[in-house]
């Protein structure tokens, strides 16, 4: 078996929440530990890399006024840049994200995450969720030609209350699908 074989797989984590009560920093985890189980159970190790874009407000701002890059924002780029596969946990609004991960993936520019395995988190503000929701999302990602898996973890407030009181089986199972999605992708893109 090669040295490759046992190095492990890096995955970052950008949680776009910018609220106090941080529901969209629980749902990156809960997806984060999922593909860490995932990865596990295929035989592979994960070094977790948490990106939380509220503590980057300010540098975003300032690089889209200046075009200045803090090292605070360049160590987050580097860490999503090394990645073998990402996770991008976002409040939605209105049928659109955070504004502030549409200021991240500005910054990254179109290329930096070519071929990159995503797996994105959506935590709505609705239960009603628009059908086209997934598409933008997806569209998102693909503009910046990241490769994002087929299922999309949706989490709204009726799931937030369903965690408070039991073990939230739709959500659980969606995000056990999503991180085998993304663990297997992540493996493949790896060789």
Excluded: Y
Aim: charged share 20%; proline share 6%; with cysteine.
């Amino acid at each position: 078996m090669s040295a490759a074989a046992w190095a492990p797989v890096s995955l970052a984590v950008v949680s776009a929440g910018v609220g106090h009560q941080r529901p969209t920093r629980r749902l990156a985890d809960w997806v984060a530990e999922a593909v860490c189980r995932s990865l596990a159970a295929g035989g592979a190790r994960a070094e977790v890399e948490a990106v939380e874009l509220r503590r980057l407000v300010a540098d975003l701002a300032q690089h889209s006024v200046q075009g200045r890059v803090s090292l605070d924002l360049r160590e987050a780029i580097a860490a999503v840049v090394v990645a073998d596969g990402l996770v991008v946990a976002t409040p939605v609004l209105a049928a659109s994200p955070s504004k502030v991960l549409d200021s991240f993936l500005a910054v990254l520019g179109h290329g930096v995450l070519s071929g990159m395995p995503v797996l994105l988190a959506l935590n709505s503000s609705s239960d009603r969720r628009p059908p086209d929701l997934a598409q933008v999302m997806r569209r998102r990602l693909t503009d910046v030609h990241a490769q994002p898996v087929p299922t999309i973890v949706i989490a709204g407030p009726t799931d937030w209350q369903a965690t408070a009181h039991s073990d939230a089986p739709r959500l659980r199972a969606c995000i056990d699908q999503a991180a085998a999605e993304l663990a297997a992708a992540m493996r493949a893109h790896r060789r």
